[in-house]
């Protein structure tokens, strides 16, 4: 039997304004309460225990730091990926209430959406639309993956851009991923990007500029003023966003697991090499090899100056989501991408720094990076340490 839609009645009537693309625009937006008597289901757990065979190991998709993923088949024919959350997991009701309302929200062409849920005794499950590519991570770094063609690089990168820039930007509340990464960009047969996993996604309304909080999100990845302060705002997703660009471009993993030291961190390899090529238009030694220079020079230098401006180490100096968009499809010229390198003016004086930018700045700025990781991998260290002895 297929699940039972949630919150029907009065309150939940409205006709649904969803657009044809799926996206909703700013001035549709309607309460996520709405939108979900239209696309959520409740499914008990015995639904979903007969869509994955009893969650056989046959049907396991993976496994991430919240649980186990299957993939299921419902009794309409539908595909579904079932992520089973680990009981016990830090995950609690309130958390798990709060992705169930988040994603329930969205509804874009580049995010997955949610089919449903199930809370049964401790039990706590999110179903999902199955998505059948793997993920990007799977196959930029899988091993006997063929390299991955340029313009399907660029297809990523432009895809997961919308669907943050909607997430920041046209959703009200504004919605912070806080877990942009490589194997949260899920892939459709044609390459088309969909950013997966709202579980650490956060709510930020009205007048709030950042929320703090316990600092989560995936080590290499981090944005540096979240790893040290727990300041949290869309720009931290614009870095780690930076971090994925910089992966696509050179085919690298953002930090090497047998090393969590910092000493070979992605950003502070490519700093020196992202301002030579922003200077000689050289990319030889920052791409990935395995392109053998298949690539389009004109999309090389828009993807350049955009990976280098989204990891700013200052938040605000980082572009907008929506800003990104434009630099990658081209709807802004090269000159007004690299002018996002500079110094913003606010009012009539120049901001903070009253010496134009040179590519140098760039390679201080990633070296700044890796002091603040280290640190940071200190303060875990010594709180973990602490955690031990009490
Ligand atoms: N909607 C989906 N459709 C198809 N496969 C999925 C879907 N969601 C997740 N998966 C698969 O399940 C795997 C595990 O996902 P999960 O989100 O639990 O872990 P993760 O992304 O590696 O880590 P994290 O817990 O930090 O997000 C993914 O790598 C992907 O292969
Ligand atoms: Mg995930």
Same mark, same amino acid.
């Given at each position: 039997?297929?699940?039972?839609?949630?919150?029907?009645?009065?309150?939940?009537?409205?006709?649904?304004?969803?657009?044809?693309?799926?996206?909703?625009?700013?001035?549709?937006?309607?309460?996520?309460?709405?939108?979900?008597?239209?696309?959520?289901?409740?499914?008990?757990?015995?639904?979903?225990?007969?869509?994955?065979?009893?969650?056989?190991?046959?049907?396991?998709? !993976?496994?991430?730091?919240? !649980?186990?993923?299957?993939?299921?088949?419902?009794?309409?024919?539908?595909?579904?990926?079932?992520?089973?959350?680990?009981?016990?997991?830090?995950?609690?009701?309130?958390?798990?209430?709060?992705?169930?309302?988040?994603?329930?929200?969205?509804?874009?062409?580049?995010?997955?959406?949610?089919?449903?849920?199930?809370?049964?005794?401790?039990?706590?499950?999110?179903?999902?639309?199955?998505?059948?590519?793997?993920?990007?991570?799977?196959?930029?770094?899988?091993?006997?993956?063929?390299?991955?063609?340029?313009?399907?690089?660029?297809?990523?990168?432009?895809?997961?851009?919308?669907?943050?820039?909607?997430?920041?930007?046209?959703?009200?509340?504004?919605?912070?991923?806080?877990?942009?990464?490589?194997?949260?960009?899920?892939?459709?047969?044609?390459?088309?990007?969909?950013?997966?996993?709202?579980?650490?996604?956060?709510?930020?309304? !009205?007048?709030?500029?950042?929320?703090?909080?316990?600092?989560?999100?995936?080590?290499?990845?981090?944005?540096?003023?979240?790893?040290?302060?727990?300041?949290?705002?869309?720009?931290?997703?614009?870095?780690?966003?930076?971090?994925?660009?910089?992966?696509?471009?050179?085919?690298?993993?953002?930090?090497?697991?047998?090393?969590?030291?910092?000493?070979?961190?992605?950003?502070?390899?490519?700093?020196?090499?992202?301002?030579?090529?922003?200077?000689?238009?050289?990319?030889?030694?920052?791409?990935?090899?395995?392109?053998?220079?298949?690539?389009?020079?004109?999309?090389?230098?828009?993807?350049?100056?955009?990976?280098?401006?989204?990891?700013?180490?200052?938040?605000?100096?980082?572009?907008?989501?929506?800003?990104?968009?434009?630099?990658?499809?081209?709807?802004?010229?090269?000159?007004?991408?690299?002018?996002?390198?500079?110094?913003?003016?606010?009012?009539?004086?120049?901001?903070?720094?009253?010496?134009?930018?040179?590519?140098?700045?760039?390679?201080?700025?990633?070296?700044?990076?890796?002091?603040?990781?280290?640190?940071?991998?200190?303060?875990?260290?010594?709180?973990?340490?602490?955690?031990?002895?009490?």
């Amino acid at each position: 039997m297929m699940g039972v839609p949630v919150g029907v009645g009065p309150k939940w009537g409205a006709t649904s304004q969803r657009s044809t693309s799926g996206s909703l625009s700013p001035s549709t937006l309607v309460p996520a309460t709405r939108t979900l008597a239209f696309t959520m289901s409740q499914f008990s757990y015995n639904e979903l225990s007969s869509a994955t065979g009893g969650f056989s190991k046959l049907n396991l998709l !993976g496994q991430g730091g919240f !649980g186990y993923v299957y993939k299921g088949l419902l009794t309409n024919g539908q595909e579904v990926a079932v992520k089973s959350l680990k009981s016990g997991s830090k995950q609690g009701e309130r958390e798990f209430q709060a992705e169930v309302e988040i994603i329930s929200r969205v509804h874009h062409r580049h995010l997955v959406s949610l089919v449903g849920y199930c809370v049964a005794d401790s039990q706590r499950v999110l179903v999902y639309e199955y998505v059948p590519n793997k993920t990007l991570n799977f196959h930029l770094h899988g091993l006997g993956c063929p390299a991955m063609k340029w313009e399907t690089r660029i297809r990523i990168a432009l895809g997961s851009a919308k669907g943050l820039a909607y997430l920041h930007e046209d959703c009200d509340p504004r919605i912070i991923h806080r877990d942009i990464k490589s194997s949260n960009i899920l892939l459709d047969d044609n390459f088309d990007a969909k950013v997966a996993d709202f579980g650490l996604a956060k709510l930020v309304s !009205g007048d709030d500029t950042h929320i703090s909080t316990r600092v989560m999100g995936t080590f290499g990845y981090l944005a540096p003023e979240y790893a040290s302060s727990g300041k949290l705002t869309e720009k931290s997703d614009v870095f780690s966003f930076g971090v994925m660009l910089l992966e696509l471009l050179t085919g690298k993993k953002p930090i090497d697991s047998t090393n969590d030291c910092m000493d070979d961190s992605l950003v502070e390899w490519a700093g020196p090499l992202l301002a030579k090529a922003l200077e000689d238009r050289n990319y030889n030694e920052l791409v990935d090899p395995r392109l053998e220079g298949n690539y389009d020079l004109n999309q090389m230098a828009r993807m350049v100056s955009t990976t280098a401006a989204s990891i700013r180490h200052s938040a605000k100096r980082r572009p907008k989501m929506s800003q990104i968009v434009r630099a990658l499809e081209g709807d802004m010229s090269l000159d007004a991408i690299n002018d996002l390198l500079k110094p913003q003016r606010v009012g009539s004086t120049l901001s903070v720094n009253q010496i134009p930018d040179s590519p140098n700045s760039i390679v201080d700025d990633t070296r700044a990076y890796n002091d603040d990781m280290r640190k940071f991998i200190e303060k875990v260290k010594s709180s973990s340490q602490e955690h031990e002895r009490t």
